[in-house]
């Protein structure tokens, strides 16, 4: 598995291939029947029985792709470290320690080490972004009613 540094935006070659894929597998999904469906490989012949769930998370895969978006696969349960986590949310580690102290974010200690789970941290993220976005939103209607923003 990559690290989070690794991964990278689709090349214009893998997004066209994505999106023409993408599109192919949705009206595929549709139609199906059956919640493990089969799928074959065109260049060996070889047919392989997939949950429905995993061809749906390859659609999700193939549209990010297509619209340029890097990705990352990761188990919900993973742990990571502080330094990672800090990564993830663009900030320091030292200020991301600090979140875990005031309780902001939950976290475990293995030996000296702090632990957090990969979703809290996404949570934690998306928490911050809806924030963010409330404050922007805020901050117009502010400046509108104050007639310094001209929408």
Request: proline content about 4%; charged content about 35%.
């Amino acid at each position: 598995m990559k690290s989070f540094n690794e991964i990278k935006k689709p090349s214009k070659e893998e997004q066209k291939l994505a999106i023409e894929s993408y599109g192919a597998l949705v009206s595929a999904i549709s139609q199906l029947k059956s919640d493990e469906p089969e799928i074959e490989i065109e260049e060996t012949r070889e047919r392989i029985k997939i949950p429905l769930s995993a061809l749906k998370l390859l659609g999700e895969i193939l549209d990010a792709m297509g619209k340029g978006k890097p990705f990352s696969l990761v188990p919900i349960a993973t742990e990571v470290t502080t330094q990672k986590a800090a990564e993830i949310l663009g900030c320091s580690r030292p200020h991301f320690v600090k979140l875990l102290e005031e309780g902001e974010i939950g976290f475990t200690k293995v030996g000296k080490h702090r632990r957090v789970k990969f979703e809290d941290v996404m949570r934690y993220k998306r928490k911050m972004k809806e924030k963010q976005k409330r404050h922007i939103i805020d901050i117009m209607k502010a400046d509108e009613e104050s007639g310094t923003y001209d929408s």
